[in-house]
């Protein structure tokens, strides 16, 4: 009787630990630039339910590869999906923007006192290789009243793929045709001019030691790195900041294209108090997957990360999504399905 | 003790048993060492298996182009790898012509001129300048070297040397030239610590002979490193083999860029800096089987240069096998 007993506690605490071992571990892998706050949100959320997710931050191209191969339960990306990519995947494959970050125009003229203001057609003249010195007439247009330097420019972008890139580039194609047409938007891109400092860090560490130099890096490294950070003219006109209050204005300018398809870009922002270069960065998840235990984790942990999560954006240097666009989330999560089933 | 254990256990198997059990751990040793060789000629082969595998979409589309082309766009998909095949011809090229003398120069004070005890404290020294890890060196190429470049040597060869086209642009520091210089800090102690060791394995006689001719000192140098000089020739090749490859510390002050330029002061690329760059977020299935195409032709340049260099020390010693450091 005793024997029998301890047979049975040992098989139930069996069977409970593979069924919680099953559901307790999800694995994701790709971008680098939300990396910060989604650890910072796999550890509270580890703390809160027992759920533990790796992830691996290879990249949005790696990541995405990953979500293609089947290997992992999501991916992530800065750069959503074209139309094409999507057809490339096995099974349909839904975005979910998570944050939103802007990008710093930086720069080093140490003689400068007053901050910098920059047109969209300044940038473009400085990345297209136009505008070689800093007094030019380019410049100096949206800046009157200030004396900028003679110094030669250097044109600083990042060598290595990245979502940065992907953010960048998308704004100077759509304020610029020249750019669409002859360069384009992509993770990397045949630059015109300029060096590549790999990573946010190597630009920031670039245009840090280099007098004259001009660059674009994440909001939160030209805040680490302390960068003058240049002011940039939005489509209403105005010469805005970036930071987290006009970023979340841009995300909510851009709110009914993102209903229709949240992977607009919502560069280039039509609001008054817009910043013009910001990006979404988006966890790719299969409409349908496989096993229920993990499926039903997964979604439980993006509902959690679009609503409670959105709190630990702000001290990361990240701007929470603004309520319209978690709206649009809740949607697709009450799309998601296991074996036809739904999960929510 | 031990052989007493062996003894009485030798003592009942009997002499045939013994030998046969001899010949058979010989065989299982042979055999062992036989597989432990073919894993690493297997692992070779597998990596150019795969690397031409993952090749074979942008083999197909682009095909001889691929190596002449200077385009290098991944928004329109056009790949072409000469401008980061340039760029590791300009720097490595200019790492060895940095590195061959300060490297041979070393070596001869080393063994031939330094007393015996400073002699091999400075070669644990330059060993150990072997083992920096190179995102070290490729920190100081960007924090050290690239600020006096900038402000100091660039500028000045600007000033006096303008005129050629190989310091014509602007002083900023990261570029070629840089990246030259760091590869060559990096490769120097290949070069000594393995022309060192050639140079100490020459007989004494060829030196003692020398002078008792009556040739000066320098002259015996002279004698002894013309008998080395397959050896060295093979420590060269090895460190350009290391600056062939070498991928942080030059993505990290080489500029990074797609366009060739003869400048010393501009910014280039090379095979090893583009994987590094833009593997992880290569997006599309041609851009990354471009990238897989880079590193095949990267390992077709290492295998021909070491090739060359088997051939060139065949012909320097005449196929003789006898010199040091010939096989």
Do not use: C
Not at chain 1, 50 to 63: F, K, L, P, T, W
Not at chain 2, 56 to 72: C, E, K, N, T, V
Not at chain 2, 118 to 130: K, R
């Amino acid at each position: 009787m005793k024997y029998l007993l301890r047979n049975i506690t040992i098989a139930a605490l069996l069977s409970l630990a593979s069924g919680v071992a099953a559901a307790q571990t999800l694995t994701g892998a790709g971008a680098t630039f939300p990396y910060p706050i989604y650890s910072k949100w796999f550890d509270v959320y580890k703390q809160k339910t027992g759920v533990e997710i790796n992830y691996q931050s290879i990249g949005s191209g790696a990541g995405i590869q990953q979500v293609k191969a089947g290997t992992v339960d999501f991916g992530a990306s800065d750069a959503a999906l074209s139309n094409d990519r999507l057809k490339e995947m096995p099974r349909k494959v839904v975005h979910f923007p998570t944050v939103a970050g802007a990008l710093a125009m930086v720069y080093n003229l140490p003689d400068l006192k007053v901050p910098l203001k920059l047109t969209p057609d300044a940038i473009i003249g400085i990345y297209m290789g136009k505008v070689t010195m800093w007094n030019d007439p380019l410049i100096a247009k949206a800046n009157p009243g200030v004396a900028l330097p003679g110094v030669p420019l250097l044109v600083v972008h990042r060598s290595d793929g990245s979502g940065t890139t992907n953010i960048f580039t998308t704004y100077l194609s759509a304020v610029n045709t020249q750019w669409k047409e002859t360069v384009g938007a992509n993770t990397a891109v045949s630059w015109p001019t300029g060096v590549g400092g790999k990573g946010n860090d190597g630009v920031a560490g670039l245009v840090h030691q280099t007098p004259g130099a001009i660059g674009y890096v994440e909001l939160a490294y030209a805040k680490q790195n302390k960068l003058a950070v240049a002011l940039v003219r939005n489509k209403a006109g105005n010469f805005v900041e970036p930071s987290l209050a006009s970023t979340i204005a841009a995300v909510a300018a851009a709110g009914p294209a993102l209903k229709k398809d949240v992977r607009t870009p919502i560069v280039n922002a039509a609001a008054p108090d817009a910043y013009p270069i910001a990006g979404l960065t988006f966890l790719l998840v299969y409409q349908d997957m496989k096993d229920p235990a993990r499926a039903k984790a997964l979604a439980n942990f993006i509902d959690w990360a679009i609503h409670d999560g959105q709190a630990l954006a702000e001290p990361l240097e990240y701007a929470r999504l603004p309520e319209d666009l978690v709206k649009v989330n809740e949607a697709t999560l009450h799309t998601l399905t296991s074996g036809g089933k739904k999960l929510l | 003790m031990a052989t007493g254990v062996a003894e009485l256990e030798r003592g009942w198997r009997g002499p045939r048993t013994r030998a046969r059990a001899r010949a058979w751990a010989d065989t299982a040793h042979h055999r062992l060492l036989q597989i432990l060789a073919l894993t690493v000629f297997v692992a070779v082969v597998l990596i150019a298996w795969q690397t031409v595998q993952g090749a074979l979409p942008a083999l197909r589309a682009y095909g001889w182009r691929f190596l002449i082309s200077q385009d290098w766009d991944p928004v329109a998909e056009h790949f072409g790898a000469l401008p980061y095949l340039f760029g590791t011809a300009m720097s490595s090229a200019l790492a060895l012509l940095l590195a061959l003398p300060l490297g041979i120069g070393t070596a001869i004070t080393l063994v031939e001129l330094a007393p015996r005890r400073v002699g091999s404290i400075v070669a644990f020294v330059v060993e150990l300048l072997a083992s920096i890890p190179s995102i070290v060196y490729g920190l100081w190429g960007l924090f050290v070297l690239a600020p006096t470049l900038r402000s100091i040597y660039e500028p000045w060869l600007i000033k006096h040397f303008g005129f050629v086209p190989l310091f014509r642009g602007f002083p900023f520091g990261i570029g070629m030239l840089n990246a030259g210089i760091v590869l060559g800090v990096m490769i120097v102690p290949t070069i000594v610590s393995i022309s060192r060791e050639i140079l100490l394995s020459m007989p004494r006689a060829l030196r003692e002979a020398a002078l008792a001719l009556g040739a000066t000192r320098a002259e015996a140098i002279g004698v002894t490193l013309d008998a080395a000089r397959p050896g060295i020739l093979g420590a060269v090749i090895l460190a350009l083999g290391r600056a062939l490859g070498e991928t942080m510390a030059v993505t990290m002050v080489i500029g990074n860029t797609n366009r060739m330029s003869i400048s010393l002061l501009a910014p280039g690329a090379t095979m090893a800096s583009v994987i590094a760059n833009e593997f992880t977020e290569a997006t599309t299935k041609l851009h990354l089987s471009a990238l897989i195409e880079i590193a095949l032709v990267l390992l077709a340049a290492t295998t021909l240069v070491n090739a060359a260099a088997r051939l060139l020390v065949i012909w320097t010693t005449g196929g003789r096998r006898d010199v040091a450091g010939a096989a």
